[in-house]
DNA sequence: TGCATAAGTGTAAAAAATACAATATTATTG
DNA sequence: CAATAATATTGTATTTTTTACACTTATGCA
């Protein structure tokens, strides 16, 4: 057994972590995605996901998280991985590979100043610019996977206020899925859930008759989950 | 600009790729998974996963294609990434990450000298001993995500060969889902999606009546893909 | 020729998904 | 205070999908 023995013949490589961090906007009703606005050469001006580098005590999750919380200033935000990407030259300056994240918060709970700092805004899917990199690829794969993740978790409401009616939460999906949903099927389906807490507090923004606020009971899903249910919309 | 500028503050890691390789026993009717014996300390002598270093240039799926063809001899295996790990004392030797990938080959197709020379097994997984590092959790995780894989794509003839009956292909799907299936309701099923080719052809082998073949039609599936059909079992 | 063995097939019931429109509530206004 | 305007809420009929369930067929062999 020696000290300090290692793989010697091997190459090493940076690692990164990028992340598409979605939030939708529930004043405009649209998904969007924030972009940051790069700082360095090359591709210096140009936008491109929020990312960093992998420490040498980090996890890549504890990457993300702590990339996560740099720009936005929260913590236990909703994120998974999503895939490596690892063209040889998909970085010029460097070998560099890089695990891309989705990540999902509340698009009014974050920190606006920090933001700003990192010259990051919201853009929407339509008004999103291309992206440095193969980060255009990283996007487009998150998405995805955010609209396979909304139907068969309940993570959309990562995306809402803690209280949120049901037409919010339909919009929400018809935006991240790009449909149109029927109103009564809808709420039929996810009542039938048995998962979100109907409160008797109404949101009376929206029109004179006020509508509902729900709340998600994450302890009934657990419940529920440990019985077998399955999420499904 | 710079002539060999990089990112010097950062630091680099070894990365690996481990390979989740299943089979399908179609005499005893089982799943198995391939481990090779390890020749190397630590854990000399421990059964593992399949893996080796990211080459300098290659990419992940470079490096899980070549060391899938270093154990089997094949080219073209039904591949797909799986995840990251990255617990920083995962391999206690030199901080690596490794990327996991799950692979489906045909168990009877593969090269039996090479994976006697890596002292490699077919493993039930019942039988499946406990493995090093974090590969029981890669394993794990490499199960269940097949076992949602074959339920959404037509992935689970990879493991059969090229024709196939009816009853193997349940039976298959019977030890990857861990469930029992009805014949009727499985083969009204399969056939209602329309992406088998029925041959004239008999295998006798398993009764004297004998039981059709069928050949899975990759260019009827995609037709229909790209028409909007979703395989779903 | 009849027996043993696995292959192959159909129908009824239940559950889930879909299509579709009228009524209820309340602030505002005339 | 009655009418109105605007959005919220709710139910039913139809279709599709899933599930449960058992008998007939083909063939080699005794």
Redesign the interface.
Same mark, same amino acid.
Do not use: C
């Given at each position: 057994?020696f000290m300090n !023995?290692?793989?010697p013949a091997? !190459?090493?490589? *940076?690692?990164a972590v990028d992340c598409i961090i979605f939030g939708f906007d529930e004043h405009e009703e649209v998904l969007k995605v924030l972009l940051i606005k790069r700082d360095m @050469?090359p591709h210096k001006g140009d936008w491109s996901l929020m990312g960093g580098? *992998?420490?040498?005590? %980090? @996890? &890549?999750?504890d990457a993300a998280s702590r990339v996560l919380h740099t720009l936005t200033g929260l913590d236990n935000i909703y994120m998974e991985?999503l895939? &490596?990407f !690892? %063209? &040889?030259a998909r970085d010029p &300056?460097?070998? @560099?590979?890089s695990?891309a994240y989705i990540a999902l918060i509340n698009i009014n709970d974050h920190d606006q100043k920090l933001i700003q700092q990192y010259s990051a805004r919201w853009f929407t899917l339509e008004d999103k610019p291309d992206l440095i990199f193969d980060h255009d690829e990283m996007f487009n794969l998150g998405l995805s996977r955010l609209q396979h993740r909304v139907s068969t978790k309940p993570i959309g409401f990562e995306l809402l206020p803690e209280k949120f009616t049901m037409r919010q939460l339909q919009k929400l999906y018809e935006e991240i899925l790009a449909t149109d949903l029927d109103k009564r099927n809808f709420s039929k389906k996810i009542n039938s859930l048995e998962i979100l807490e109907k409160l008797d507090e109404k949101d009376k923004r929206s029109s004179r008759k006020g509508s509902y606020l729900f709340k998600f009971d994450e302890e009934k899903y657990k419940e529920k989950s440990r019985q077998g249910f399955h999420f499904k919309i």
């Open positions: 057994m !023995s290692n793989y091997e !190459s090493r490589a *940076l690692i @050469t580098f *992998l420490g040498i005590d %980090e @996890t &890549v999750d991985q895939h &490596v !690892s %063209e &040889v &300056v460097e070998r @560099t590979i695990v």
